[in-house]
């Protein structure tokens, strides 16, 4: 079974500093892995999408990467702002059998001005 | 472009008692993912239908059952609430390409909050 952990669980951080979350998941069988911003009580925004056969993405000041073989996945945040605070969740999707996304808990950011 | 809707936006329920959410998909999209968010939690997956007919199924009791209609969109009913199924509930949509079924990226929508009090 997928298992898919985030952390930290909670990040604080001054306006303007660069910043790495942390995704890993325990079957490297994966078609992709996603990256998700949610703000409370809101749906998910898709940021950042990774097939399993590239290394990474970039969206402007976001950057993730995708090591497959050990499990482990980078969302690097540059300059980060307080509209960047949010919750930002991963989820990798299996390869194999069931195709449904499996999500970490997430990791909730604060940027304070 | 509409994207994903959901209706309603929120709703309180009684335990017992039984809700049908309901979910648009994005334009072009066929395929409809169900997930229940309980508040602090990543979403967990509840059911895909593609083609009217439920294609996967997660560690979801049968009181979750859902279908999809000719246009695409979609319910998610739920009978005999219990308090433990108050949590935001996520619809996303997709589609399938190619003969690998390989899912296109999911796009979701805003969630409906549903209370079981």
């Known amino acids: 079974k997928q298992e898919v952990t985030q952390i930290p669980a909670a990040l604080s951080v001054p306006e303007g500093e660069n910043l790495v979350l942390n995704c890993s998941f325990t079957?490297?069988?994966?078609?992709?892995l996603q990256w998700f911003r949610q703000d409370p009580g809101k749906g998910l925004t898709s940021l950042l999408l990774?097939?399993?056969?590239?290394r990474e993405q970039t969206s402007g000041r976001l950057n993730a990467s995708l090591d497959k073989s050990s499990g482990r996945s980078t969302l690097y945040i540059a300059a980060s702002q307080p509209g960047d605070s949010a919750t930002y969740l991963c989820?990798?999707?299996?390869?194999?059998?069931?195709?449904?996304?499996?999500f970490g808990s997430g990791t909730r950011l604060q940027v304070q001005p | 472009d509409a994207g994903v809707t959901q209706s309603p936006t929120h709703l309180i329920k009684t335990r017992g008692q039984q809700v049908t959410l309901r979910c648009s998909p994005k334009s072009g999209h066929d395929t409809v993912s169900w997930y229940q968010q309980a508040l602090g939690q990543g979403p967990q997956f509840i059911f895909q239908?593609?083609?009217?007919?439920?294609?996967q199924r997660g560690n979801f009791p049968d009181r979750f059952s859902g279908h999809q209609f000719p246009n695409y969109s979609s319910e998610l009913n739920v009978n005999a609430l219990l308090l433990g199924d108050s949590a935001l509930y996520l619809c996303a949509s997709s589609r399938y390409v190619g003969l690998a079924e390989a899912l296109t990226e999911q796009y979701f929508g805003p969630g409906t909050r549903l209370t079981v009090t």
């Open positions: 079957d490297s069988a994966i078609y992709n």
């Open positions: 989820a990798v999707r299996p390869r194999t059998g069931r195709r449904a996304l499996t």
């Open positions: 239908y593609y083609e009217e007919e439920e294609r």
């Open positions: 990774i097939q399993s056969s590239q």
